[in-house]
């Protein structure tokens, strides 16, 4: 009979704690891509009123018209850098996710190494002992055609 593996509880918590590292980084990173998109939607509609800005003056505006868009301008202004801040904030965020995640998996594989020799020295085990019953077996039947045979 194999002796279970007595680190099993601590192999499934290890398990479990990769998995939902795993799961987290994934959040993160779908989290940054979501503020990166985010940031580059604000800056393309930026430089389409800035386009806006430049087809309007070349035309001739007023000088209340210029100064909306100017402050329109210097409103999508703070928000891009608003929004730069946060996607540098989500980057270091995925990071120490990778980072955790990375520790997680190698924690999990360490505890599996020693699951994964348990299951060796078992499987070592149990043939030897198998094989010492077949060689008992064989020495018996042996013994006991011997004894017919006199």
Do not use: C
């Not at 979501?34 to 800035?50: F, H």
């Not at 430049?54 to 301008?73: C, E, K, P, W």
């Not at 965020?93 to 020693?114: C, M, Y």
């Amino acid at each position: 009979m194999a002796q279970p593996f007595t680190l099993q509880p601590l192999l499934d918590l290890m398990q479990t704690r990769a998995d939902e590292a795993t799961r987290q980084l994934g959040l993160l990173i779908a989290a940054e891509q979501n503020q990166r998109s985010r940031l580059e939607m604000l800056v393309q509609y930026r430089s389409e009123y800035a386009q806006q800005l430049h087809d309007a003056s070349a035309n001739g505006v007023t000088r209340q018209i210029m100064r909306n868009y100017q402050d329109f301008l210097a409103r999508i202004d703070a928000a891009i850098t608003q929004q730069s801040a946060v996607v540098d904030e989500s980057e270091r965020s995925t990071q120490a996710g990778q980072e955790h995640w990375q520790k997680q998996n190698t924690r999990l594989k360490a505890i599996d190494a020693l699951s994964q020799r348990h299951d060796a020295r078992e499987r070592y085990r149990e043939g030897r002992q198998e094989q010492k019953l077949l060689d008992e077996f064989s020495t018996r039947k042996f013994s006991a055609t011997r004894t017919q045979d006199k």
